[in-house]
């Protein structure tokens, strides 16, 4: 549960980054570039329906600082529902629909538009980098050679976005070279060409016969945050049928 009211609202879209279980990979040993970028997508978007129980933790200097916890429910590339469990949070909700986002309070009347602008800020972002598929939307080249992460040794893709209007468009992925490729790493890229964000994937675990995320740490590499830190824990995953209607302002306000 929500046990500080120091932890920022924003890490809602850090949760949006992964859709979490890694299908049918590539075997280890191939160089199947295009294969590598679809078990990460695969690794985010498996279960195409899904309900999670998760845990942000803010960290400074290794130290938390606070935590929250959250239901998330995914269905499909376009929609997401986070619910805010514990603390002053509590019952706040962050609804996504495509290129649409919605913040909704306890009490009050309507839903809070969030605009393009403000997506781009903070962790809202992370709602449009939940519906990249990086197997569609980049080209990739790759790096001679390998590289260690977290002892890990690794194949780095260079990814170019195909489309002018992503929000980062580019992006660095560290791939395990010593087993199933599964993500190590994530480092976005503004448009300016300064990297703007670092996740790292620190644990798995297995659901329904598949691996799945179960661990990671987004890290922002400018502005005030760059020495905080947030971990992300899903607790629980399961794959599940959901109402479209709750995929709505009115239907998700109405979600307990």
Aim: hydrophobic share 40%.
């Amino acid at each position: 549960m929500c046990r500080a009211s120091g932890f920022r609202l924003t890490a809602l879209g850090f949760l949006l980054l992964t859709r979490l279980a890694l299908a049918a990979p590539p075997q280890p040993g191939s160089t199947d570039v295009q294969g590598w970028l679809q078990a990460v997508d695969d690794a985010r978007n498996a279960f195409g329906e899904a309900f999670l129980k998760a845990r942000a933790t803010q960290l400074e200097q290794g130290n938390p600082t606070g935590s929250a916890d959250f239901d998330i429910y995914v269905k499909g590339r376009d929609k997401a529902l986070i619910v805010f469990r514990g603390g002053k949070n509590d019952g706040r909700k962050a609804l996504t629909v495509g290129e649409k986002m919605w913040l909704i309070v306890p009490g009050a009347q309507n839903a809070v538009p969030i605009t393009a602008n403000q997506r781009l800020l903070g962790g809202a972002s992370f709602g449009d980098v939940a519906r990249l598929r990086f197997a569609e939307d980049f080209t990739a080249e790759l790096r001679p050679g390998t590289e260690d992460v977290g002892g890990r040794s690794c194949h780095v893709l260079d990814l170019a976005a195909k489309s002018p209007n992503a929000p980062f468009p580019k992006v660095t992925l560290w791939v395990d070279a010593e087993g199933p490729p599964l993500p190590r790493k994530l480092v976005f890229v503004l448009p300016s060409g300064k990297p703007a964000r670092q996740v790292l994937f620190t644990q798995f675990k297995k659901v329904q016969g598949k691996t799945c995320v179960s661990e990671m740490e987004v890290q922002d590499l400018i502005g005030p945050q760059t020495k905080s830190v947030t971990k992300i824990e899903y607790l629980d995953i399961k794959p599940a049928q959901l109402d479209d209607r709750i995929f709505t302002p009115d239907g998700a306000r109405a979600l307990s």
